[in-house]
């Protein structure tokens, strides 16, 4: 079921909207603004709890920069001096992180109105990006769906333009399991099933792929986030907490890569994509009042999927270019139910 309200109206007065994805089992509102995830309640131990960062106000999501809950694109993450080549053209992108491009530009697509539409249980986001849009060449048509099945959100992207373009669109969703505004998540546990994670530079953009082994990196036996992140480890200090692209093995098929587990609520959340990498972000940078209480630094984490950062300028990892009329497709599912811990059987394989 789908329900539509009213949400605000932008300073440039165009009309934004609610829509309300509801099943049995979760509730999630998305905004037609950025294509925003503005809050997402599921159960947990004592009651139901909404665990994505999010606004009251839509003049928040116009005044705030942390992205939260939004789709980015038209390349998410960042880019060195905001510099690409294409087909042995440079392309000087705009650049709104001292001298990277970050998330998109001056103004992503998390910024931007976008055009909608319902089918059946599915909310369609639709947005046209024109050619040169931040300095992004081709005319480029990117679509979000959204739709719920059973305890999961079901997150699938298709983009598609008339040049060769890089195309590397995520969600940058916050969540918190112990409910929005209740803290920091250090004390969640998580399971990250990567080996190796890209290692930054003092810009954090990446310089060498590195196996996660032995360091402060190693999640894949499952850890409290708040465990090593203030451990004297080169790439904490760099990216201030964990701010790192880890590499993923999920060749296309939609793979579980990551769970979350807090032990105060018992909520659960089991990830999964068909992207090979994913940027584990613990809100090293958060500091602004959202819907419950002020969001101070940590008190959420993204798990946003995605290409490398600053791929277009790394032929070594997976593409993020796509030709004239080769369509970009992914999908992310986030899955929430109510354990004692990681489930054990959430690691295989699943298809919508
Ligand atoms: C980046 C952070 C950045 C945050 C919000 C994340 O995707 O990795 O470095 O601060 O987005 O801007």
């Excluded at 480029?140 to 333009?161: H, P």
């Excluded at 995520?170 to 004390?187: A, D, K, M, W």
């Excluded at 692209?245 to 296309?252: A, G, R, V």
């Amino acid at each position: 079921m789908i329900e539509t309200r009213k949400f605000g109206v932008t300073k440039n007065g165009a009309e934004v909207l609610c829509f309300t994805l509801k099943n049995e089992k979760i509730a999630v509102e998305i905004l037609n603004y950025g294509g925003v995830i503005r809050a997402l309640y599921t159960p947990g131990k004592q009651g139901l709890c909404d665990v994505v960062l999010g606004y009251d106000t839509l003049a928040e999501y116009e005044e705030n920069d942390g992205y939260l809950g939004a789709v980015i694109g038209r390349v998410a993450n960042r880019i060195r001096d905001g510099k690409m080549t294409v087909d042995g053209k440079e392309y000087q992108l705009a650049q709104n992180d001292r001298t990277r491009t970050l998330h998109g530009g001056k103004e992503g697509f998390d910024r931007k109105i976008w055009s909608y539409a319902l089918e059946d249980d599915t909310l369609i986001l639709r947005y046209f990006s024109p050619h040169m849009e931040e300095n992004f060449p081709g005319n480029l048509m990117a679509e979000a769906r959204y739709s719920l099945n059973d305890n999961a959100l079901v997150l699938e992207y298709t983009a598609c333009a008339d040049a060769k373009t890089p195309i590397n669109l995520t969600n940058h969703s916050y969540f918190n399991l112990g409910g929005e505004g209740s803290g920091t998540v250090l004390n969640h546990r998580l399971r990250l099933l990567s080996d190796r994670y890209t290692a930054i530079d003092g810009d954090m953009l990446p310089v060498s792929l590195e196996p996660v082994e032995g360091t402060p990196f190693d999640f894949r036996q499952g850890k409290r986030i708040g465990e090593d992140i203030d451990a004297d480890f080169p790439q904490l200090r760099l990216g201030h907490g964990y701010d790192h692209n880890y590499c993923l093995d999920s060749q296309d098929k939609v793979s579980l890569f990551a769970s979350v587990y807090c032990p105060e609520t018992g909520i659960l959340l089991d990830a999964y994509t068909d992207l090979p990498g994913v940027q584990f972000y613990s809100g090293n940078f958060l500091d602004q009042n959202g819907k419950r209480s002020h969001y101070g630094k940590r008190s959420g984490f993204c798990l946003e999927t995605q290409f490398y950062p600053d791929s277009v300028n790394h032929p070594e990892f997976p593409s993020p270019f796509f030709n004239d009329g080769e369509v970009y497709e992914s999908t992310t599912i986030y899955r929430f139910s109510v354990s004692s811990g990681f489930a054990e059987d959430s690691r295989k394989e699943i298809k919508d």
